[in-house]
């Protein structure tokens, strides 16, 4: 069975920063295309960036490009979003999934395994 738990969230300023955390378990992990998700207040969950089973690929939404990094270490099961220049419409709960795929996939559809999610709230 597959298990994700993220960490990172919290409350910060406009302009600054954060960086999620997302420890996995399970057999999957290294041989998966990996993303984070994020649910706005009362909005549909929508993709924020993917990064393919090597890490040698990755995707982001357009309205995070440049401001956010998706990263991956299989050694320790553990993927990564750093986001900077942080905006208060990135405010949401941010989720990460493990793909049924290697490559990078941006729907919802092409993942199997979700955490539960970690609030991020950003301040004007």
């Known amino acids: 069975q597959v298990q994700l738990v993220e960490s990172g969230g919290g409350l910060v300023q406009a302009g600054g920063s954060l960086r999620l955390s997302c420890a996995a378990s399970?057999?999957?992990?290294?041989?998966?295309?990996m993303a984070w998700f994020r649910q706005p207040p009362g909005k549909e969950r929508e993709f924020v960036a993917a990064?393919?089973?090597?890490?040698?690929?990755?995707r982001y939404a357009d309205s995070v490009k440049g401001r956010f990094t998706i990263s991956r270490d299989n050694a320790k099961n553990m993927v990564y979003l750093q986001m900077n220049s942080l905006k208060p419409e990135d405010t949401a709960v941010f989720y990460c999934?493990?793909?049924?795929?290697?490559?990078?996939?941006?729907?919802?559809?092409?993942?199997?395994?979700w955490g539960q999610g970690t609030q991020v709230t950003v301040s004007s």
């Open positions: 999934a493990v793909a049924n795929t290697m490559l990078v996939a941006t729907t919802r559809e092409r993942y199997d395994y």
């Open positions: 399970g057999r999957i992990f290294s041989k998966n295309a």
């Open positions: 990064i393919s089973w090597s890490g040698g690929s990755t």
